[in-house]
């Protein structure tokens, strides 16, 4: 997928430097896109339908698009977002586009304009400038597109270059797509699409219908959930169907980075909780307990954890009570990460064989927390700025404040962290432009010589992510 209308997108203005970022970006241009975290619906590729409108497709699963026209009083229903109670929201595509595009304005300097943009030009070569004036042309023209064989999923997906799609699913997912997907060659281990194990919603108490989550958990594994020993029986045999899937990593998001070995107490505490009497703290030692629980199986089974806590979840109640979860409703906090993560790297910290990818919403933790950990702990490697923080701004500051002392190797490579398929290939093409602008620097400064700058970019935009996540052979 090349950049053509805008060869030099966010490489550096200065002449010299932009010379060499050319050089160096032109070495990772084409090269396949390993996407080892997102939250691409696998039944896209399963069933491989062509896309609906473009509104369905690039608007309403959007949520960094529905929250800021919220922020200046767009009802989401406006804007076709389903909402919970099955009241009426807008369903016709066109006025869905018309309403946004009296909008873009909104979206200027903004990560999600350079995405949009590069989609319309970059994936459905539509080059018209979008604004209320010529929101109908460009609908029209995305939509013919759409219609086109081309532009069904799998056709897009050999189109992106994308070596490997990692999805993310809950223990309570039956994985019938990625069965699918096995079964028409995509799918299963070391396939093009795998899954992700996600367990949030049973380990969280604090998630909706946690323990009838536990109780259909005990009914998918053919144990005993209403004990501790079997509830961790269930998760153990969920993560090898999930393995049997191609899954190579696990997930975890956790409103903090608390990790916590609970002991005896751990039985105790879930069997409480199944009563329906959890105690005030209950649910933030649990979680934190359950990680160390998850390294544990990781050092038998092998998968990676990803870690992201940070999120206060649901903050804007309002959003939630009508629309549900994740329509950007969802809020960054302060993070600690040092006294947080101490028991896990207590117990197994400097096992080279765990392998933990920590994530932040707090950038002030870069510098200060995450790149001292990840460079200092053979467990652990810092996963790239996502999610409130992933313009090209954060990118380039994410390379400034962790390389002084994680250096580039004990970072997990770039993610695109996205429901927006069509937006996969921009944006690992915006990590890659940027971190040539950063080596770029380097070598201009006289600190790489600029084979070993090609070498790096070309590490961290394709071997590094491929090698932490386990996919292929390259280890
Ligand atoms: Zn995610």
């Given at each position: 997928?090349?950049?053509?209308?805008?060869?030099?997108?966010?490489?550096?203005?200065?002449?010299?430097?932009?010379?060499?970022?050319?050089?160096?970006?032109?070495?990772?241009a084409?090269?396949?896109?390993?996407?080892?975290?997102?939250?691409?619906?696998?039944?896209?590729?399963?069933?491989?339908?062509?896309?609906?409108d473009?509104?369905?497709?690039?608007?309403?699963?959007?949520?960094?698009?529905?929250?800021?026209?919220?922020?200046?009083?767009?009802?989401?229903?406006?804007?076709?977002?389903?909402?919970?109670d099955?009241?009426?929201?807008?369903?016709?595509?066109?006025?869905?586009?018309?309403?946004?595009?009296?909008?873009?304005?909104?979206?200027?300097?903004?990560?999600?304009?350079?995405?949009?943009?590069?989609?319309?030009?970059?994936?459905?070569?539509?080059d018209?400038?979008?604004?209320?004036?010529?929101?109908?042309?460009?609908?029209?023209?995305?939509?013919?597109?759409?219609?086109?064989?081309?532009?069904?999923?799998?056709?897009?997906?050999?189109?992106?270059?994308?070596?490997?799609?990692?999805?993310?699913?809950?223990?309570?997912?039956?994985?019938?797509?990625?069965?699918?997907?096995?079964?028409?060659?995509?799918?299963?281990?070391?396939?093009?699409?795998?899954?992700?194990?996600?367990?949030?919603?049973?380990?969280?108490?604090?998630?909706?219908?946690?323990s009838?989550?536990?109780?259909?958990?005990?009914?998918?594994a053919?144990?005993?959930?209403?004990?501790?020993?079997?509830?961790?029986?269930?998760?153990?045999?969920?993560?090898?169907?999930?393995?049997?899937?191609?899954?190579?990593?696990?997930?975890h998001?956790?409103?903090?980075?608390?990790?916590?070995?609970?002991?005896?107490?751990?039985?105790?505490?879930?069997?409480?909780?199944?009563?329906?009497?959890?105690?005030?703290?209950?649910?933030?030692?649990?979680?934190?307990?359950?990680?160390?629980?998850?390294?544990?199986?990781?050092?038998?089974?092998?998968?990676?954890?990803?870690?992201?806590?940070?999120?206060?979840?649901?903050?804007?109640?309002?959003?939630?009570?009508?629309?549900?979860?994740?329509?950007?409703?969802?809020?960054?906090?302060?993070?600690?990460?040092?006294?947080a993560?101490?028991?896990?790297?207590?117990?197994?910290?400097?096992?080279?064989?765990?392998?933990?990818?920590?994530?932040?919403?707090?950038?002030?933790?870069?510098?200060?927390?995450?790149?001292?950990l990840?460079?200092?702990?053979?467990?652990?490697?810092?996963?790239?700025?996502?999610?409130?923080?992933?313009?090209?701004?954060?990118?380039?500051?994410?390379?400034?404040?962790?390389?002084?002392?994680?250096?580039?190797?004990?970072?997990?490579?770039?993610?695109?962290?996205?429901?927006?398929?069509?937006?996969?290939?921009?944006?690992?093409?915006?990590?890659?432009?940027?971190?040539?602008?950063?080596?770029?620097?380097?070598?201009?400064?006289?600190?790489?010589?600029?084979?070993?700058?090609?070498?790096?970019?070309?590490?961290?935009?394709?071997?590094?992510?491929?090698?932490?996540?386990?996919?292929?052979?390259?280890?």
């Amino acid at each position: 997928m090349p950049t053509s209308t805008r060869p030099d997108l966010l490489l550096p203005a200065e002449p010299g430097q932009r010379a060499l970022a050319r050089e160096l970006y032109a070495l990772v241009a084409q090269l396949p896109v390993i996407s080892p975290h997102g939250h691409v619906d696998p039944a896209l590729l399963a069933e491989d339908q062509p896309f609906p409108d473009p509104s369905q497709l690039l608007i309403v699963p959007d949520h960094y698009l529905t929250r800021m026209l919220l922020s200046q009083g767009v009802a989401p229903a406006e804007l076709g977002v389903p909402s919970l109670d099955g009241s009426p929201v807008q369903t016709d595509g066109r006025r869905i586009w018309r309403r946004f595009a009296e909008h873009w304005h909104l979206f200027r300097g903004t990560p999600s304009r350079l995405w949009l943009e590069q989609t319309f030009t970059e994936v459905f070569g539509v080059d018209t400038r979008l604004s209320p004036q010529t929101a109908d042309e460009v609908y029209d023209a995305l939509a013919a597109r759409l219609a086109e064989p081309d532009f069904r999923p799998r056709a897009l997906f050999e189109r992106f270059n994308i070596e490997v799609l990692a999805t993310t699913e809950s223990p309570l997912d039956d994985l019938g797509r990625h069965a699918k997907l096995a079964t028409d060659g995509w799918g299963g281990p070391g396939g093009r699409v795998v899954t992700t194990f996600r367990p949030d919603n049973v380990v969280d108490l604090e998630f909706d219908g946690w323990s009838t989550n536990v109780d259909r958990l005990g009914e998918i594994a053919g144990e005993d959930t209403g004990r501790y020993a079997g509830y961790l029986a269930a998760l153990r045999s969920r993560r090898a169907a999930f393995i049997a899937a191609g899954a190579t990593s696990s997930d975890h998001g956790h409103p903090t980075a608390r990790t916590l070995d609970l002991g005896a107490d751990a039985a105790t505490l879930f069997d409480r909780a199944r009563r329906g009497r959890a105690e005030p703290g209950d649910a933030e030692a649990f979680r934190a307990h359950m990680l160390l629980e998850f390294a544990r199986m990781s050092l038998d089974d092998g998968l990676v954890m990803q870690l992201h806590p940070g999120a206060v979840r649901n903050h804007n109640r309002w959003l939630h009570a009508r629309h549900g979860r994740d329509v950007g409703g969802d809020i960054p906090q302060v993070t600690e990460y040092v006294h947080a993560l101490a028991p896990l790297l207590d117990a197994y910290g400097n096992d080279p064989r765990l392998r933990v990818v920590v994530y932040t919403l707090d950038e002030d933790t870069f510098t200060r927390e995450l790149a001292p950990l990840a460079g200092g702990y053979a467990a652990l490697l810092l996963g790239a700025p996502w999610w409130f923080l992933d313009s090209p701004e954060v990118l380039r500051r994410f390379r400034e404040t962790v390389t002084e002392t994680a250096g580039f190797y004990n970072t997990a490579g770039f993610v695109d962290d996205t429901r927006a398929f069509c937006s996969i290939p921009v944006r690992h093409d915006v990590a890659r432009r940027v971190d040539a602008g950063f080596l770029a620097r380097l070598v201009a400064e006289h600190r790489l010589p600029m084979d070993e700058a090609a070498e790096t970019i070309v590490d961290l935009a394709y071997r590094l992510p491929k090698r932490v996540f386990k996919f292929g052979e390259i280890s």
